[in-house]
C-alpha cells in the first residue's frame, strides 16, 4: 500500500518488556519522526531522522531507541516498556530538510502497559 | 517551549466562523495547521512561512505575524466537517532539521 503505515495498531504489554512500534513509508520521504499523544500535551516529538543512520532526539526522547537502515523504516523501540509510555504513538515524515513541507502521519499505534 | 494555542475549545453552529490562535516565544520559520479527528491521524492544512508564503487548504485561510510570533487560523462559514482539534505546529528558526513543536490543540465541535 502507498503512504505510511504503522504496526502493529493496537499494542497491549506489561511494565519491563521491549516493544518495538513499526513504521514504513513509500514515497522515499527523507525525514521522518516518532511523536507521542497524551491528553492534555498535544503531540511531542521523541525522535526525528534526516536520512538512512541520521537520527537525532527530539522533546521527550527519554527511554525510547530508534534506528534507520533503510530510507523507508523507521522502528521505535522502547527497551524496558513503563506505564508512563502508555500513549498513542505517530509516525510522520516529510519530504523536505525545513519546514516548507506537510508532515504526512501514519494511523498511529495505541499502546497500553500494564 | 510548546506554543500556546487558544482558546482551547470552542462550539460553533454550522455557517458560523472562528479563529484559533498560536502563539510562540521563539522566532519562528514557519506555522504548520494541522486537523486531528477523533480516533484519527493529524491532517495537514497549511503551512505559513516566514515571509509571507503560504500552502494549504482553499476553503481555510490563516495569518503569520513573523514579529509578533503568532499566527491565526481562520474559519469561516463552518461546515459539520470541520468538526476536530485543530494544532499548531512551529518550527523556529536556526532548528536543526525539519522539527515541529506543536500546541497543546484548539477542540472545535461544528452543531447542526
Known amino acids: 500500500d502507498a503512504g505510511i503505515t504503522q504496526s502493529p495498531r493496537y499494542k497491549i504489554t506489561e511494565t519491563g518488556r521491549q516493544v518495538t512500534l513499526m513504521c514504513h513509508q513509500t514515497w522515499s520521504h527523507s525525514y521522518m519522526f516518532w511523536y507521542r499523544q497524551d491528553l492534555g500535551h498535544g503531540l511531542r516529538l521523541i525522535y526525528y531522522s534526516a536520512a538512512a543512520d541520521i537520527t537525532d532526539k527530539g522533546e521527550v526522547p527519554d527511554g525510547y531507541v530508534v534506528s534507520r537502515s533503510k530510507t523507508e523504516n523507521f522502528p521505535l523501540t522502547l527497551e524496558s516498556a513503563t506505564r508512563s509510555q502508555t500513549s498513542v504513538y505517530f509516525c510522520?515524515?516529510?519530504?523536505?530538510?525545513?519546514?516548507?513541507?506537510?508532515?504526512?502521519f501514519g494511523p498511529g499505534t495505541r499502546l497500553t502497559v500494564t | 517551549q510548546q506554543p500556546v494555542q487558544s482558546p482551547q475549545a470552542v462550539i460553533l453552529r454550522e455557517g458560523e466562523d472562528a479563529v484559533i490562535n498560536c502563539s510562540s516565544s521563539?522566532?519562528?520559520?514557519?506555522v504548520h495547521w494541522y486537523r486531528q479527528k477523533h480516533g484519527e491521524a493529524p491532517v495537514f492544512l497549511m503551512i505559513?512561512?516566514?515571509?509571507?508564503e503560504q500552502k494549504g487548504h482553499e476553503k481555510i485561510s490563516a495569518s503569520f505575524n513573523e514579529k509578533k510570533q503568532q499566527s491565526s487560523l481562520y474559519l469561516t462559514a463552518s461546515q459539520l466537517s470541520y468538526s476536530g482539534t485543530y494544532f499548531c505546529g512551529t518550527e523556529e528558526v536556526g532548528s536543526s532539521g525539519d522539527k515541529l513543536t506543536f500546541g497543546t490543540g484548539t477542540r472545535l465541535a461544528v452543531r447542526p
Open positions: 505559513l512561512l516566514k515571509g509571507g
Open positions: 510522520a515524515s516529510s519530504e523536505t530538510d525545513r519546514g516548507s513541507d506537510e508532515q504526512y
Open positions: 521563539k522566532a519562528l520559520y514557519s
